[in-house]
């Protein structure tokens, strides 16, 4: 019945945003990363093209193919070596709880991979459970340490992430527990924004400086990374190599956050699918390829999307939302603490709360203890042994013995978009559009 048609425009989504601005006079805010209610071009838009007549395949279980994967070989005299091209992400201890850290910490290494400290700086037991431990270096400083730096297997200079390009973090009150107080400095129970830009970074030119001084903290030991919120990623990843970093890690549009405005989730950034095609051609206009890695975050899920990722041009993964999956997040148990929160199991994205039902995004001691560390470490290793398997099985598929020697020509386009972003030709076709 016509008079019954509800708006496309004023769904009941929109209507409820805009009456619950009216009534609060407050942006909304919200963990987990873009819920993506509207269409863009994804790693779906791509698909395998394995061997059949012009090409050979590898036989699974008799023919090697190897997932070693080289991290830093540009300046740094100890580079990054990792048994597979998955690496956990940088998630601050604040964001999430003492147990998520640890249990992501020791799961990464007993995969033979690498985890990230994050905002709020390096707890002792993820460098005492870490095989391979990355130091962020953010621009609030929080938790910040030249002897935690020291300690670390690589630092990564944060400039932005991708589910909030452009500004800085935040930490509501409820999760400042005494613990993070201490830690970041900070009053307890009192909201905390920490800021959009490094205070010592007015451009690309502070960059040189600051990448140096990282160096020369740690004796040009260790690689030094620069990550960026996808946004110009042409022209940023340029300036990123050109200061001098190892490494560059570029965070797409679907890249998670424990908190940040709902419209920088939705409505800033380009997505992960351009993000590594833009970046590799960043690489590649600069003469630079092969020689600064390049490691693609924001929305990979599984081994087929690291896959295309790598087949792309990227070196490795970062999953932040995967792993926390991992640990549980969004699992049917505590039912009825998803219900207090206003959601559901496979609706949460409340981690902003400090109020996470299965103990991850949280730093009540009595939720943190539904989180036990050995199990949580246990199903980290089986998710990246597992995403591993699966990277290795479409790679040997394609005829490849290391997945690194993926490329865009085993891959076709299965939308006008895809091909356009990615170069590649759609399938059925021999056309690569735009082009
Ligand atoms: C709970 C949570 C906390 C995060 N904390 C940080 C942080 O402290 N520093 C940072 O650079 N990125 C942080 N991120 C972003 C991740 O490092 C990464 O860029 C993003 O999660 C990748 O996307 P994915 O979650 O879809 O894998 C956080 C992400 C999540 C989910
Ligand atoms: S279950 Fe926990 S970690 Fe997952 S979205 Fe909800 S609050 Fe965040």
């Given at each position: 019945?016509?008079h019954?048609q509800?708006?496309?425009?004023?769904?009941?989504?929109v209507v409820?945003s805009?009456?619950?601005?009216?009534?609060?006079?407050?942006y909304?805010m919200r963990?987990?990363g873009?819920l993506?209610?509207?269409?863009?071009?994804?790693?779906?838009?791509?698909t395998?093209l394995?061997c059949s007549?012009t090409r050979?395949?590898?036989?699974?279980?008799?023919?090697?193919?190897?997932?070693k994967?080289?991290?830093?070989?540009?300046?740094a005299?100890k580079?990054?070596e990792?048994?597979?091209?998955?690496?956990i992400?940088?998630?601050?201890w604040?964001?999430l709880?003492?147990?998520?850290?640890?249990?992501l910490?020791k799961?990464?290494?007993?995969?033979?991979s690498?985890?990230?400290?994050?905002?709020?700086?390096?707890?002792?037991?993820?460098?005492e459970?870490s095989r391979?431990?990355i130091?962020?270096v953010l621009?609030?400083?929080?938790g910040?340490?030249?002897?935690?730096?020291?300690m670390?297997?690589?630092?990564?200079?944060?400039i932005g992430q991708?589910?909030?390009p452009?500004?800085g973090?935040?930490?509501?009150g409820s999760?400042v527990?005494?613990?993070?107080a201490?830690?970041?400095?900070?009053?307890?129970?009192?909201?905390?924004r920490?800021p959009a830009?490094?205070?010592d970074m007015?451009?690309?030119d502070?960059m040189?400086?600051k990448v140096?001084?990282?160096?020369?903290a740690?004796d040009w030991?260790v690689p030094i990374?620069i990550k960026?919120?996808?946004?110009?990623?042409?022209?940023?990843v340029?300036?990123?190599?050109k200061?001098g970093?190892?490494v560059i890690?570029?965070?797409?549009?679907e890249g998670?956050?424990?908190?940040s405005?709902s419209?920088?989730?939705e409505?800033?950034?380009i997505?992960?699918l351009?993000?590594?095609c833009?970046?590799r051609?960043?690489?590649e206009d600069?003469g630079?390829y092969?020689?600064?890695?390049l490691?693609?975050?924001?929305g990979?899920?599984d081994g087929?999307?690291?896959?295309k990722a790598?087949a792309?041009?990227?070196?490795a993964v970062y999953?932040?939302?995967a792993?926390?999956?991992?640990l549980n997040?969004?699992?049917?148990?505590?039912?009825e603490?998803?219900?207090?929160?206003?959601?559901?199991p496979?609706?949460?994205h409340?981690c902003?709360?400090?109020?996470?039902?299965v103990g991850?995004?949280?730093?009540?001691?009595e939720?943190?203890?539904r989180?036990?560390?050995?199990?949580?470490a246990?199903?980290?290793?089986?998710l990246l042994?597992a995403m591993t398997?699966?990277?290795?099985?479409?790679?040997?598929?394609?005829g490849?013995?290391?997945v690194h020697?993926?490329?865009?020509e085993?891959m076709?386009?299965?939308?006008?978009?895809a091909?356009a972003?990615?170069?590649?030709?759609l399938?059925g076709?021999?056309?690569?559009?735009g082009?």
């Amino acid at each position: 019945m016509a008079h019954l048609q509800q708006s496309a425009i004023f769904t009941p989504g929109v209507v409820e945003s805009i009456q619950h601005k009216a009534q609060t006079g407050l942006y909304e805010m919200r963990g987990f990363g873009t819920l993506r209610q509207r269409r863009w071009a994804t790693f779906d838009d791509l698909t395998f093209l394995p061997c059949s007549l012009t090409r050979i395949p590898l036989e699974g279980y008799r023919e090697k193919c190897s997932t070693k994967t080289l991290l830093g070989t540009r300046y740094a005299k100890k580079p990054i070596e990792l048994d597979i091209p998955v690496m956990i992400t940088g998630m601050s201890w604040g964001a999430l709880s003492y147990n998520a850290k640890v249990a992501l910490a020791k799961g990464a290494a007993a995969a033979g991979s690498s985890n990230t400290t994050g905002d709020g700086g390096m707890l002792q037991a993820e460098r005492e459970n870490s095989r391979t431990l990355i130091y962020e270096v953010l621009p609030s400083r929080y938790g910040i340490n030249i002897h935690h730096m020291r300690m670390a297997d690589a630092i990564e200079l944060t400039i932005g992430q991708g589910a909030k390009p452009g500004t800085g973090g935040l930490l509501l009150g409820s999760k400042v527990s005494n613990r993070i107080a201490e830690q970041r400095d900070l009053p307890i129970g009192v909201d905390q924004r920490s800021p959009a830009r490094h205070p010592d970074m007015l451009g690309p030119d502070d960059m040189i400086i600051k990448v140096e001084e990282l160096r020369e903290a740690t004796d040009w030991q260790v690689p030094i990374f620069i990550k960026i919120g996808a946004s110009r990623v042409f022209d940023d990843v340029k300036l990123a190599a050109k200061a001098g970093a190892d490494v560059i890690v570029v965070d797409g549009m679907e890249g998670g956050t424990g908190a940040s405005p709902s419209i920088f989730q939705e409505h800033t950034g380009i997505p992960t699918l351009g993000a590594v095609c833009e970046a590799r051609l960043a690489l590649e206009d600069c003469g630079l390829y092969g020689e600064v890695q390049l490691i693609i975050a924001g929305g990979i899920r599984d081994g087929v999307d690291a896959a295309k990722a790598i087949a792309l041009g990227a070196d490795a993964v970062y999953i932040g939302t995967a792993a926390l999956i991992g640990l549980n997040c969004n699992k049917p148990l505590y039912l009825e603490d998803y219900e207090a929160l206003g959601t559901a199991p496979y609706a949460c994205h409340h981690c902003h709360t400090g109020r996470c039902p299965v103990g991850i995004t949280t730093q009540d001691p009595e939720l943190m203890q539904r989180l036990d560390i050995d199990a949580g470490a246990e199903r980290i290793q089986n998710l990246l042994h597992a995403m591993t398997l699966e990277i290795q099985m479409l790679a040997r598929s394609c005829g490849k013995s290391d997945v690194h020697h993926l490329e865009p020509e085993d891959m076709a386009a299965l939308t006008m978009e895809a091909s356009a972003i990615c170069g590649i030709p759609l399938a059925g076709t021999r056309k690569v559009f735009g082009r």
